[in-house]
């Protein structure tokens, strides 16, 4: 069973930056688009990811959910995908999730399209 294993989360102050990492054990993470959702507090795992990295290295956001502040990248070499955060303000508050799709190459925002899913990774923002 592919797994994908999320880390890099903490507590920050507001204004500082986070990375995040997704790693995969025993298969080939590159070949899969990843996406990257989020679970804020006393509510259900939002539905769409808030960006995603196709197998290609392309990547999407969903515009009305986050903005320039996320970006997201692929270290093959170490199988990884990075979400960096910029400027982290308290409604980034969350825990975060990373999935793969296995049946697609360019990136779908629903959740429904990733069949293989991390536990998470909490990110507090707090001063």
């Known amino acids: 069973q592919p797994q994908l294993v999320e880390s890099g989360g903490g507590l920050v102050h507001p204004g500082e930056s986070l990375t995040l990492s997704c790693t995969a054990s025993?298969?080939?993470?590159?070949?899969?688009?990843i996406g990257w959702f989020r679970q804020v507090p006393g509510r259900e795992r939002e539905r769409d990811a808030v960006?995603?990295?196709?197998?290609?290295?392309?990547?999407?956001l969903v515009p009305d959910v986050v903005d320039g502040r996320f970006t997201v990248q692929r270290d093959n070499k170490k199988n990884t995908v990075y979400l960096n955060i910029k400027d982290l303000n308290p409604a980034a508050t969350a825990v975060y999730f990373c999935?793969?799709?296995?049946?697609?190459?360019?990136?779908?925002?629903?959740?429904?399209?990733?069949?293989?899913w991390g536990r998470g990774t909490q990110v507090t923002v707090s001063s």
């Open positions: 999935a793969a799709d296995s049946l697609a190459r360019q990136c779908r925002p629903e959740d429904g399209a990733y069949d293989y």
């Open positions: 025993g298969w080939p993470l590159d070949f899969y688009p």
């Open positions: 960006v995603c990295i196709s197998s290609y290295g392309g990547s999407a």
